[in-house]
């Protein structure tokens, strides 16, 4: 209860959830002593895959015994999963007196909830600061509260696409900018550039980071991948190649956010990482949230005989990437959908044309900038399929009929998902 009282204060710290700007950042950490400015750093901005590709690297640093500390954001289940200090979650009572010193040194000065939390995992980590840091950036990077390091040892650009558009001036929502506001401030030090959906955004992205002194090392130019029939995957780099069987993932897309992970780690020399970590390691990745399946709890016990998959997609990007996956499939496809006020609905729906046998639009609770399910069926209601309506998930799978090997997904917000494996 005591954490919960301190995250209700620091919340009421600002009026505003994201006021994209530095300068309370840089005053907080200023108070603190700077501790972003002693620790090594690999930074992970880009619109997907970002959460996907840390978690791979934490499956690889673990089977190399190397310590770690990692910031993600949002949260899943409950907040803890943002602050991982030395290859662990924090407890509730040590994030309680992190946030409350934050909360004491920063001394009411107005600050985001975001901010003060990036804030604490700084200040957290350097009673760590021998570990190497994971750090995934949140909205953007060019003003994100991420974005005041001083050096890092490398920064991964994932994949980019359309998203979060409504923080952006009406008449440059366009992937350039987004590019822009993802790689402008990019610090010198090496940059890994992951595989793009085409080759389009890929040269944009080289175009942008064309005048970053880093060394980059490029999909397709300096590393990659190809699958073979036999169930293996060979990998590339000026490293070597590496044959790696097929990891324990649904959706070819994951591959990415895999090579991502290995390049980054193989450019590292001070890890010395082997390629048997790497080998071992992608056997035991655990994606929490990105096409996962849910075989136990309350939920799969409401369709024993049925597949239930939860997606954390949201955004247009994320949608093709659910779509390509679900098209190889051949069954028919339930979809339950809840998502945020601030997606492009109409166009995610659209994605899915032509491939749900229903489609069911749900509330996400204790969300308050989410599109109840009423007004998300109207964004969307021109869409070639009947669609229903039910409060929660539980209700929705319930309406369902299901025949023999149908499958359920869940998908449109990580809240959503957040929500359903909390219950779960």
């Known amino acids: 209860m005591k954490l919960q009282t301190i995250l209700k204060r620091l919340q009421k710290l600002h009026p505003k959830e994201i006021d994209l700007s530095l ?15 002693n620790l090594d750093c690999i930074s992970v901005v880009g619109t997907n895959g970002k959460f996907s590709t840390i978690q791979v690297m934490k499956s690889i640093l673990d089977e190399s015994n190397i310590n770690y500390n990692i910031y993600t954001s949002p949260h899943l289940k409950r907040i803890n999963e943002r602050f991982v200090y030395n290859n662990k ?71 980019i696409g359309l998203d979060h558009l409504d923080w952006l001036p009406k008449n440059e929502r366009t992937i350039d900018r987004i590019i822009f506001e993802k790689t402008s401030s990019i610090l010198n030090s090496k940059i890994i550039v992951s595989q793009q959906e085409n080759n389009e955004i890929l040269n944009k992205i080289k175009k942008a980071i064309n005048g970053n002194k880093s ?4 999909f397709k130019d300096h590393y990659n991948y190809v699958k073979s029939e036999n169930n293996f995957i060979y990998y590339e780099d000026n490293k070597g190649t590496l044959k790696l069987e097929y990891p324990n993932i649904l959706g070819d897309f994951q591959l990415a956010n895999i090579f991502n992970a290995i390049c980054t780690l193989r450019n590292i020399k001070k890890l010395k990482i082997s390629d048997q970590n790497i080998i071992k390691g992608i056997k035991k990745i655990n994606i929490t949230g990105r096409l996962q399946e849910i075989s ?11 597949k239930i998959l939860v997606d954390g997609s949201h955004n247009i990007l994320g949608a ?78 319930r309406s369902l ?20 494996l909390k219950s779960n």
């Open 215 to 218: 060394e980059k090392i490029i």
């Open 89 to 159: 979650e924090i407890n509730d009572e040590d994030l309680a007196k992190l946030l409350n010193k934050i909360e004491k040194i920063n001394n009411g000065d107005e600050i985001t909830f975001f901010e003060i939390l990036t804030v604490a995992f700084f200040y957290g980590a350097k009673n760590f600061n021998k570990n190497i840091n994971l750090i995934e950036a949140g909205l953007f990077h060019r003003f994100d509260a991420t974005n005041v390091l001083e050096k890092n040892l490398v920064t991964i650009i994932t994949a």
């Open 296 to 306: 136990s709890g309350k939920f799969k016990n409401l369709s024993k005989k049925n």
């Open 320 to 397: 093709k990437m659910l779509s390509k996956y679900l098209s190889s499939l051949n069954c028919n496809i339930h979809m339950i959908l809840g998502m945020m006020k601030n997606k492009d609905h109409k166009e995610y729906v659209n994605i899915f044309k032509n491939k749900l046998a229903s489609l069911t639009t749900v509330d996400i609770p204790n969300q308050k900038n989410s599109i109840n399910r009423y007004d998300l069926k109207k964004k969307i209601n021109n869409f070639d399929l009947k669609i229903n309506t039910e409060k929660t998930v539980q209700d929705a799978i």
């Open 401 to 420: 009929k299901l025949n023999k090997d149908d499958l359920v997904v869940i998908t449109g917000s990580l809240y959503l998902v957040g929500e359903v």
């Open 23 to 37: 300068g309370r950042v840089f005053r907080l950490c200023k108070k603190l002593g700077n501790p972003q400015n």
